[in-house]
């Protein structure tokens, strides 16, 4: 059973940079062919897709936030990161990170619980 864990400070100062990680268990983060997203969803708002590191090493970013998110890994913890630089009060939100099956229509099978941040002085 794949589990998926966010971890990261709940409260982030505005300009300052959001900083999250996501612990997996039950499956590794290289192995074919999956992508492991970050995905967040703002207070009376829906879902917005961030990004993903794919199990080759190779990210991607929505294009609205290319200029300040950054995803990362470590295949040695079977962790993967998300920063989020220059943060606002906008970038509150529930922050989800998940996989997603690219041998299977792309399906998000596994999601982390979340983790709240609010982005406040």
């Known amino acids: 059973q794949v589990q998926l864990q966010e971890s990261g400070p709940g409260l982030v100062k505005p300009s300052q940079t959001l900083s999250l990680t996501c612990t997996v268990s039950?499956?590794?983060?290289?192995?074919?062919?999956?992508?492991w997203s970050w995905i967040r969803q703002p207070p009376m708002k829906g879902l917005e897709y961030i990004g993903y590191?794919?199990?080759?090493?190779?990210?991607y970013y929505n294009p609205s936030l290319k200029s300040r998110a950054s995803i990362s890994r470590d295949t040695s913890k079977n962790q993967f990161s998300l920063q989020l630089s220059s943060v606002t009060p906008g970038d509150t939100a529930e922050y989800y990170c998940?996989?997603?099956?690219?041998?299977?229509?792309?399906?998000?099978?596994?999601w982390g619980q979340g983790t709240q941040v609010t982005v406040s002085s």
């Open positions: 998940a996989r997603v099956d690219g041998s299977n229509r792309f399906l998000f099978d596994y």
């Open positions: 039950g499956g590794s983060i290289t192995t074919r062919y999956y992508y």
């Open positions: 590191m794919s199990y080759a090493g190779n990210s």
